[in-house]
């Protein structure tokens, strides 16, 4: 069986790597720059170096903190350019397409529905965990049918990612644990999903040590310069490893979560993680056991089976977002009983994310780990 590996065409990284960003625009034959971030970041000017070296380097930028499409054709934007976190990265990458292809977006929810393709991108994230500059997917809110949904086309890389650590020093613990979770949470589905292949596993594997080796020290001190590197670069590896094969049950379920409890992707990965786990152990238990020692800080094959290993995954991870200070629980982020039914039919329509999982899950399973895991 043949497989085909895509990334991005170009990754610029290292601390400081931001002020490279004139550069890269005029690599790609741009001279004006359409930033699109997030409305927040915009408000207390985390964007400043990306604009400092933009105007340093003779490059004519306009900010948008959202993506108005109409202004950026009249500004004759050249180059978009991607700065926040993933919802602003996934935006950015859906304004590309529609800067070439007529919209509305929610027409090319799908795979490879794309016909043309999108203005030349650059993608710099703030935080560390969705990966998403990595990846050809743009997650979006399906406004007409509840969660979210995704694009997915070869046209939606970037052409170039920055990847700067200093740019997350100043993160929340709070953001730092759950975007951090995230990028644990793509490797480890990516790693132990169907789609594996060896190119996957050598990305993903660095990407959960590099993960557990690092998040706690990230959380407690944001700015250890070295562990915030190290989880910059985790991030990166995941969305190169997933990117390429999908993720599974537990995206499947946190992204079809109710719109209108808000609740971060993150967040809504990291307490949706080891119900999941623990349903899925028992289809992969050799992965799922090197997956249990990462998040343990041991190599336990010379003293526990590898059931045993596997078994003790849901615990491990649990015992993750408990020193993150992460609840687990749905009821704790606004959703109700009543809302789990619904949930399960839309988690289990996610066939592009099912399809991926290493266990088969039908809707009755997920509607009764939702209910068993809804004051856990």
Known sequence: MAFVHYTVKKIVHGLGAIKEAANEVKNLKGSKAFIVTDPGLAKIGVQKPLEEALTAGGIEWKLYAEAQLDEAKAFGADVIIGFGGGSALDTTKAASVLLSNEGPIDKYFGINLVPNPSLPCILIPTTSGTGSEMTNISVLADTKNGGKKGVVSEYMYADTVILDAELTFGLPPRVTAMTGVDAFVHAMESFCGIAATPITDALNLQAMKLVG??????????????????????????????????????HAIGTTLPVECHIPHGLAMSFCAPFSVGFNYIANPEKYAIVADILRGDDRSGCMSVMDRAADVEDAFRDLLNDLDIAT??????????????????????????????????????????EANFEA
């Open 213 to 250: 080796a690092n998040i706690r020290q990230a959380y407690a001190n944001g700015k250890n310069a070295a562990a915030r590197d190290a989880m910059m670069y985790a991030s990166a590896l995941a969305g190169m490893g997933f990117g390429n094969t999908q993720n599974g049950i537990i």
């Open 329 to 370: 629980g749905l009821s704790n982020y606004g959703v109700k009983r009543e809302d789990l039914p619904a949930c399960a039919d839309r988690a289990f329509a996610a066939k592009r994310l099912l399809n991926n999982n290493p266990r088969a899950a039908s809707r009755d399973q997920i509607l009764a780990l939702l």
